[in-house]
Structures are given as C-alpha cells and as structure tokens.
C-alpha cells in the first residue's frame, strides 16, 4: 500500500477507534472506573489512561516536535510492562490510583488525541505510520480487557450490577453437534505479509498436520451441563494433574461466572445476572476445564496449526457487530462461530515460530517475553472489536485462568 493511502487510512480509522474506547465507560461512574478486582485485571480506568500512554511514548514523543507531556508522572502510572521505557506503578496495586480522577483520564486522551491529529495531518514515515497501527490494535485489545475487566469486577458483587441492564442477550438454537472433516498434508500457517499481525504470527512456515476433524461449532453451555452432572469436576481421571490441583485449591465447580438458583444455573453477563443459555456457547473456562471436557467427550483440544489451517480455509465474513457483547448460539452449516463469540483453546503453548525474532526497541517486549508457561488461544469473542480478527491471530494466557470469554471447539485425529 503506498504511504499516502496507509497514512489516509489511519486517520480514518483512529479517532472512532479511540472513541470507543470512550464509550465502553460511558455506563460506568467513578468507582466502577477505579476498581481492580484481581490482580489480573485492571481498571477501566487504567486501560483508557494506558493506551493512550502507548501513543504518547512510542509515536507522539519521538516523532512530534515539540510534544508536551500531559503530566510528568504518567509514564511512571501507565507505562504497563516495558523495561526499556523505565521504571512503573506496581500492576497488582493500579486499583489503588484513585487520582487522577476519570474525567482527569478523559482529558489526558483529548490531549493525545489532539496531537495524534496533528501528527496525522502530515507526512509520516512507513515505521511511524506501523507504529500508529500496532496502537491501534493495541487499543482495540484493551477494549476486550476493559470489557472482561469491569465483568470480573461486577461478577464479584453480590448485587449483580450490568454494564448496560438492557443488553440483550443473543437468542436463537445452536447447530445440531458434528464433524468437519479436514485434509492433512503440509499446510502454512501465519501472517503471509498482508494485513495487520502482530510480531508472534510471523514467519508463515509450514506444519505437518495429520488428517483431523474440528467440532461444526464451540461447546454449548448446554453440553457444559451435562459435563457437570456427570461429574467432571469430580472425575479426577479427566483431569490433567496441574488442572486437577487447580480446581481442588479453586474449588472450581462450574464456569467462573455461574451460579446455581434452586433447578436453574444463572451467569453473570455484561448486561447483569441472567439465566444461562443452553445454546450458547460456554465460556469464563480455563485451559484446565476445556482439555477435561475434551477428555470426557473422547476428544482433544486442536492444535494451533489444525485450527488456523481449517479457519484460513473457510469464506465466512467475521459477522460481529461489536455491540452484542455476549456469546450467541451458532447455527449454520460448516464450521461455524469460528470469530465471533468466545476465544477457543488449544492444545498448544504460546512460544515462538520457527525463525521468528523479538523486533529492535521497546516494542520488542510487547509478545517474545511472554512466550513461556501460556496456553494459545484462537478466533475472536463477542468483546473482540471485528476489525481486529483474523484467521492468525495468537492469543495467550496462562491455564488456570477463567475471566476471559475463552471456551473450546473439540477436535479428534482421523
Ligand atoms: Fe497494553
């Protein structure tokens, strides 16, 4: 793309991308804003502080003559993991910042964004206009956290607050359970050099896949049910040793976010306390239950590879609006659902490519150091922005964790 079209493009599409991250805390009030509710997680305040930090540190200071900082020790406050930008706030105590204020944090992003304009307006060089692309994905990933965040933060209200009490939950049947059927052989997976990716779906190189079949759809809460009164959580012999002393030590015994109303199972959801929907896809589950549920089911989790080979071959439109913001029950013929409604586990630890190499600068930290102890995640959630999905995307945490809106699609070798 020439630079005049990819610079054109990015002023385009930042300021409504900017904006919605705006919007996202528009429900909330101050303290909503300012509460972390585990270490995990951070406040929506935090999030909207930090990104534009991103912007500021790594586009506006090296690259607008005569940029003014907005305030000398917000770099210390939002800088979020980058040692070589210096020292920061401690990630477990950001729910202690109080100040500034949210509207404080408001303007801070008007102060960005108003350069960021002016940076815009004129030529910039392929690196800044990459730069300014990698914030904006950047952006967009943080307003998947804020989303996951603030639910992690209601969820452990016994009042049950909603991010918006109206929020309609999608309805609808899910498609009748069964196998898609998929080729072996020598299959390419990562970014092939067109469109955004990040750093860690690069080099494309080759995989060996043995003939497989992926799940037509994500597991139900439905399905998830019947796990549970079958006694999943109960059946050791299910369980991977690390997932079994997880669940022992957690007391895990459903989803993150469900609770049990007399017959009924509930969940907490974006838009409060509502009743589980059977044909909805299950999510709030980590690795370890994901993997025990294949267990019972006499299935495997996929591979990265077996997903990504399958998903890049598949013509559906990535169909999220951006505003349902809760797992739909996924119909259709084909695999289907692959990006829209929770991150699907795999069985593959988050490291590097073959050949891949930790970019120069700062920017360098921003996926390498983390290849290690992570499980990959693919596709895309109902709270992932749609123009920030694709077929290679990696995403990653650690097993044990349950507040994202991560669930599973079952596969089996043929
Ligand atoms: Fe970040």
Redesign the pocket.
Known sequence: MALDDLTERLATRFQPIRDRSAWLVEPLNEADAAVQSTPDASPAKWHLA??SW?FETFVLIPNLPGYCHFHPLFGYLFN?YYDAVGARWTRSQRGLLTRPTLEEVLVYRRHVDNAMAELLASDVSREVAALILLGLH?EQ??QELLLTDILSLFARNPLCPAWHKELAMPAGKAAAFCWVECAGGIAEIGNDGKGFAFDCETPRHRVLLQDYALANRAVTCGEWIDFMADGGYRTASLWLADGWTASISEGWQCPAYWQRQGDDWYEMTLGGLRLVNREAPVSQVSFYEADAFAAWRGARLPTEAEWESAAASQTQQITNDDRTLAPKPQSGEGLTGLFTDVWEWTASSFRPYPGFHIPPGAVGEYNGKFMSGQMVMRGGSCVTPSSHTRATYRNFFQPEKRWQFSGLRLARTL
Request: aromatic fraction near 14%; glycine fraction near 0%; proline fraction near 0%.
């Open positions: 930090h990104t991103f979020s950047h990933q943080h």
